[in-house]
C-alpha cells in the first residue's frame, strides 16, 4: 500500500511563510516526478509546483519567486517552501507523486495527498 501523507498547513498573517511537507511511504520501489497543486473553494485544482526526480523544476506563474519545491529521494519527500503569502495562496494543498511500488504487477501510477489546509489572513 503507497500513500502520501501531508503536514504543515495552517493559518498564517499575508506576508508570512509556511512550509508544507509531504512523505511518500509503503511498497515504493522508485518515485519520479512530485508536486504540489491546490484547490480553493469553488475553483478547479491547479498546479502549484513540480520536480522531477533529478531535480527539474516547474512552477506556475502566480508563485515564481514565492515558492520553492524540493525533494530528497533518500526520503522520498517532498516540501514546498511558501512565502510572502497572500490570502489568494488560501487553499488545500494536495502533494502529488508519480510512484514505482515493489507490488508485483502493479504499474507506475500517480497518487494523490489526503491535503493540508492553508488558510492566509488579510
Known amino acids: 500500500q503507497v500513500q502520501l501523507v501531508e503536514s504543515g498547513g495552517d493559518l498564517v498573517q499575508a506576508g508570512g511563510s509556511l512550509t508544507l511537507s509531504c512523505t511518500a511511504s509503503?511498497?515504493?520501489?522508485?518515485?519520479?516526478?512530485m508536486g504540489w497543486y491546490r484547490q480553493a473553494p469553488g475553483k478547479q485544482r491547479e498546479m502549484v509546483a513540480i520536480?522531477?526526480?533529478?531535480?527539474?523544476?516547474l512552477y506556475s506563474d502566480s508563485v515564481k519567486g514565492r515558492f520553492t519545491i524540493s525533494r530528497d529521494n533518500t526520503k522520498n519527500t517532498v516540501n514546498l517552501q511558501m512565502s510572502s503569502l497572500t490570502p489568494e495562496d488560501s487553499a488545500v494543498y494536495y502533494c502529488?507523486?508519480?510512484?514505482?511500488?515493489?507490488?508485483?504487477?502493479?504499474?507506475?501510477?500517480?497518487?494523490w495527498g489526503q491535503g493540508t489546509q492553508v488558510t492566509v489572513s488579510s
Open positions: 520536480i522531477s526526480r533529478d531535480f527539474n523544476t
Open positions: 509503503g511498497n515504493i520501489a522508485r518515485v519520479k516526478g
Open positions: 502529488n507523486a508519480e510512484i514505482l511500488p515493489w507490488t508485483l504487477g502493479v504499474p507506475l501510477g500517480e497518487y
